[in-house]
């Protein structure tokens, strides 16, 4: 049976995969409302959703997932159906040099949300409930060169990121387990697209590509990710909240995995023409640096199960992809440049006064 939720919850809405999901959520489902909380961390960008404002089915409060009477009272006031949980410390780097805000948000976060989410299911206030856990391959740890994850994988987080997922991961299946309450849990390889914050490898490519600055690529640049469109896991999260049975876990993947030095190789090339810079200029700034620490070898997933279950696959293929996620890089040098610069956090305040929504 197909569940069709009438008021979302949107954590982490403001950030890169967020706020795809809801724009791609809300031009499906336009009768839905959705309220997206956000305590916009530097992740945080409310420009990634300018097209909403004044959509009167949209509404944004700024508040930290973490602060159980926001949470509380937006699930009751709002009548919320189902919670989308994005809200997330979501950079390997940052887990290495400063692991303990990745266990307040992704760990302590996640299980306040979940007993509020709980409180709010049990009080019997709306007829049916989902909570929806947006996890990464990640907490599956590394592969040798062959094979993939499934959802049977056990658990093998290596990095504190990914160790602060999988921590959240096992208490959204706890809330299932032991309070019958119905979770549902995707764990997604590596994401690219628009708004996707330039410390991450593809937007760190094309900006610095741009500005003629070093591409620094970690260890032998062998390392492997399957990398997925970010509109196809807004997809696939549609489809998995909707369609999946109460306590399932789901794998979102692209089958699409690259070498990140061949990832780097053609992010250089496909900019070479439209910079109007001569063949093979950009791998000119390739820079082999000192490895990541504890850096995981090999991510490939097996999303079958997605496939056959609820019948999504990929629409984008890479080609297509990287080249349309390029593009939008070049159009929006503004977003790029105010992300980069810090000016993007004040835009919240001059549009909210700064004060608490
Ligand atoms: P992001 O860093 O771009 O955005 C995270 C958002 O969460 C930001 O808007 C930030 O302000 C908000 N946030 C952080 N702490 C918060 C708190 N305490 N309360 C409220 N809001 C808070 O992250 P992303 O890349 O969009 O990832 C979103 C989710 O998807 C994360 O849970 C991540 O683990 C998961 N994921 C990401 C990828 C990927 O490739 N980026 C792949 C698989 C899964
Ligand atoms: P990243 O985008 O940080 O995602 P994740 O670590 O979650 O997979 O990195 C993708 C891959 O690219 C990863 O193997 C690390 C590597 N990498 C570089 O080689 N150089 C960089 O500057 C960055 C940010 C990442």
Redesign the pocket.
Known sequence: MIFVPASLLV????????SNFIHSYMAGNPGCRVTN?????Y???LKNLTALEGNPNYRFVK????DAAVVARLLAEQCIDAVV???????VDRSITGPEIFVR??VL?TQILLEESRKHWQSGVVADFRFLQ????EVYGSLGDTGYFTEETPLAANSPYSAS?AGADLLVRAYHETFGMPTLNT?????YGPYH?PE?LIPLLIHNIINKKPLPVYGDGLNVRDWLHVRDHAVAIEAVLKQAAPGAVYNIGGNNEWKNIDIVNLVCDLLDGRLGRGAGENRTLITFVKDRPGHDRRYAIGASKLTSDLGWSPAYTFEQGIAETIDWYLANQEWVADVTSGAYLAYYHSQYGGGAL
């Open positions: 954590t982490g809405g403001a950030g890169f995969i967020g909380l956000d305590c916009l961390t992740a945080g960008n508040g930290d997932i973490g949980h994005f809200a997330a410390e979501s950079h948000t992704n976060g947006i996890s990464t391959d997922k764990r997604c390889s590596n994401n914050f991450k």
